[in-house]
């Protein structure tokens, strides 16, 4: 392992919140050079058995729909956290890294948090016309941050706790 | 059969709590009181829960398996194997060949065994190691990560085999594709067998730690016993030999005093066998069996059922520790509802000495993995025991081969009449007046969790799932209302 670790979650069957994994299945497929130096992977949701796929990163970037966010999309840097967010069956990121330190009694890798901007939610919808434009807006600033290079998303999040790099648009807008 | 109360004459008064925490899905619990406080009906609400088979109609039935895993992000596979049981029908195929038909028993196995391996270690240890009324900060995982680190790490490690074996058979964490009309169609390879087989004895032994665990902690604690405890009719598969069997079998239900009421059942029948009745507050519908009636036919599904249901498990150690259980009942079964979490972890010991067995078997690197297709038929019903119970898909299609019906009865379903059954016995015993407090939430979650729902695979995207609770009378008024971790 090592390098960036590019972390796609949410469900693929209820519209939107296939953003997560959608972002990490069209990057792999549009940048296959850059599997060197990073390693995608996409699950439904966060669990705590991830703490073992965080070791050894140079950077974390955690990639989710948010139904909230400002569009079309938002990213930040994020730290480990306890918090009572607990569910069943999905942790936060924050609370993935918290875990991460209680398991290895470390600090976890520096982590992003890209949040892309999501609408519609229901079983069995495909991706929001509004969401795709979202989604196609954070595939840009990949591309101009480069798809693997751990270094420049982390410069671009140097000093930044929230919301270091917001959309340029909105697809609401457009 | 737990007697419900009369309810008073009296206006009933309303608690809510929305929505429920550490359980799939949104849910809300809605508590109707009367004039002088019992809570005389509890009711379960799962928002999210509709529109599978909407969701599906329309589509070949040769993706059935794989977009039915969509439906649920903790057991997609036991999705997948339902309905590959049911396209099999479709396709005119009876038998699988060895291979195949172990690959998929491995598959399941893994599945259970993460699912169940989740759900005790993570969601279930913190309540019965800390106690119900500890402090909400400490009874999570972190703060079993703090307390008791090994134990904590070996639900991981539990968890992250169960999901390793799925990734070696599907290729993939999630959406993998492993099953095909008549098979599968991948064979393990040597390697991925080796590998998956030099940790099994870890697993194994875990497991055995784990029911350990369980049965002293279960037997500890006397107010655990008639905690939610309720008497209730049992429904699972079983083997032919009335043994514990999760992939496939024959229906067996039990009456609550241990009286077989049908046996060996086929469940293709499972039509003339049970009903759903729809109530006009819930998204979710409430199965009974037909030959008793509405009101005395519901039943509980999953480990506490099957392990009482069956008449031995076919692995020795955890046949060892299910005469245990057994013998804690007395002779009879065991209907503690907070006894889920025990009978949960022998199924997993189970599951991990199933998979030595079969990853010992040689079958199960062979190449021969799907058998020619026969006549199509026009309906297919696949049956298996899903982490949380038993599962139902059920689909017609029509001359193009496109889902016309379909029909699914997830355990959640099948277990949600139980649900609010012990929601009332917790909710009438510990509820005061009118004031909610994060006690009583976290004992009510604590009597859903045993069940351990899964509540449709909702989203989980940022922002969409507060935790709160309000008591509201009839008039609409909120009498209280509470949030995680205080006071709003």
């Known amino acids: ?174 | 059969m737990t007697q419900q109360q009369k309810p008073d004459s009296s206006t009933p008064r309303r608690v809510t709590i929305d929505p429920v925490s550490r359980v799939e899905g949104h849910g809300r619990i809605s508590l109707l009181l009367d004039a002088n406080n019992h809570v005389h009906e509890a009711r379960f609400h799962i928002v999210e829960f509709r529109g599978f088979e909407k969701f599906i109609q329309g589509r070949p039935y040769r993706e059935v398996p794989f977009v039915v895993q969509r439906l649920c992000g903790i057991c997609p596979v036991s999705h997948q194997l339902a309905a590959a049981k049911a396209v099999d029908q479709l396709v005119g195929v009876e038998v699988l060949t060895p291979t195949a038909f172990k690959l998929r028993r491995l598959l399941h196995f893994g599945q259970v065994l993460q699912s169940h391996s989740l759900h005790f270690f993570h969601l279930a240890s913190p309540d019965l190691l800390f106690g119900f009324g500890s402090d909400v900060a400490q009874r999570n995982i972190a703060g079993l990560l703090e307390s008791s680190p090994e134990l904590a790490m070996k639900g991981v490690r539990l968890r992250k085999y169960g999901q390793q074996i799925i990734e070696a058979i599907t290729g993939k964490r999630i959406h993998g594709v492993a099953t095909v009309p008549g098979g599968m169609n991948k064979a393990l390879t040597m390697a991925q067998r080796d590998t998956l087989l030099a940790g099994v004895k870890d697993v194994i032994g875990w497991c055995q730690e784990a029911v350990a665990l369980n049965e002293q902690i279960h037997r500890a604690h006397a107010e655990n016993h008639d905690f939610g405890a309720i008497q209730s009719n049992f429904l699972s598969l079983t083997g032919d030999g009335g043994e514990l069997e999760l992939y496939h079998g024959g229906l067996r239900a039990r009456a609550a005093s241990g009286d077989i009421i049908l046996d060996g059942f086929d469940y293709r029948g499972y039509g003339e066998l049970l009903r759903e009745e729809v109530r006009p507050w819930s998204y979710m519908k409430f199965p009974f069996l037909l030959s008793l009636g509405q009101k005395s036919g519901w039943y509980r599904v999953g480990p506490l059922s099957r392990v009482n249901n069956c008449d031995m498990i076919p692995t020795p150690l955890a046949e060892e520790q299910r005469r245990r259980f057994r013998d804690y009942g007395q002779g009879g079964l065991v209907h503690d509802t907070l006894a889920y979490h025990w009978a949960r972890m022998i199924e997993a010991l189970h599951c991990a000495e199933s998979i030595e067995r079969l990853l010992a078997d040689t079958d199960i690197t062979g190449s021969e993995l799907v058998v020619p297709e026969g006549q199509r038929r026009r309906e297919g019903i696949g049956v298996i025991e899903a982490p949380r119970g038993t599962l139902f898909h059920h689909y017609r299609i029509d001359d193009e081969g496109l889902i016309e019906k379909a029909n699914l009865i997830v355990s959640t379903t099948s277990n949600n009449q139980a649900m609010n059954e012990s929601l009332r016995a917790v909710a009438d015993r510990y509820l005061d007046g009118q004031t909610l407090t994060e006690g009583l939430l976290n004992h009510l979650e604590v009597a859903i969790r045993a069940y351990d729902p899964c509540l449709s695979c909702a989203t989980h995207a940022l922002g969409r799932m507060p935790l709160q609770v309000e008591l509201v009378d009839t008039a609409g008024q909120i009498v209280d209302r509470l949030t995680k971790g205080g006071k709003a």
């Open chain 1, 1 to 174: 392992m090592g390098g960036m670790l590019v972390f796609g979650y949410g469900n693929p069957g209820r519209g939107d919140d296939a953003l997560g994994p959608a972002f990490v299945e069209r990057l792999a497929r549009e940048n296959p050079d850059a599997a060197d130096n990073a390693e995608y992977l996409s699950d439904m949701q966060l669990q705590v058995e991830h703490v073992t796929d965080l070791c050894g990163r140079q950077l974390l970037l955690f990639v989710d729909a948010d139904a909230a966010c400002q569009p079309p999309f938002q990213l930040s840097r994020i730290h480990a956290e306890r918090d009572t967010s607990y569910t069943s069956h999905a942790m936060t990121p924050q609370a993935l890294l918290y875990a991460f330190c209680q398991v290895y009694g470390r600090k976890a890798p520096p982590a992003l948090l890209l949040r892309i901007r999501g609408y519609g939610f229901d079983l069995g919808e495909s991706l929001d016309a509004r969401a795709d434009t979202n989604l196609r807006e954070a595939l840009a600033l990949a591309s101009r941050l480069g798809v693997a290079d751990a270094q420049r998303w982390q410069q671009s999040a140097c000093g930044h706790d929230d919301a270091i790099i917001a959309g340029r648009g909105s697809a609401e807008d457009g």
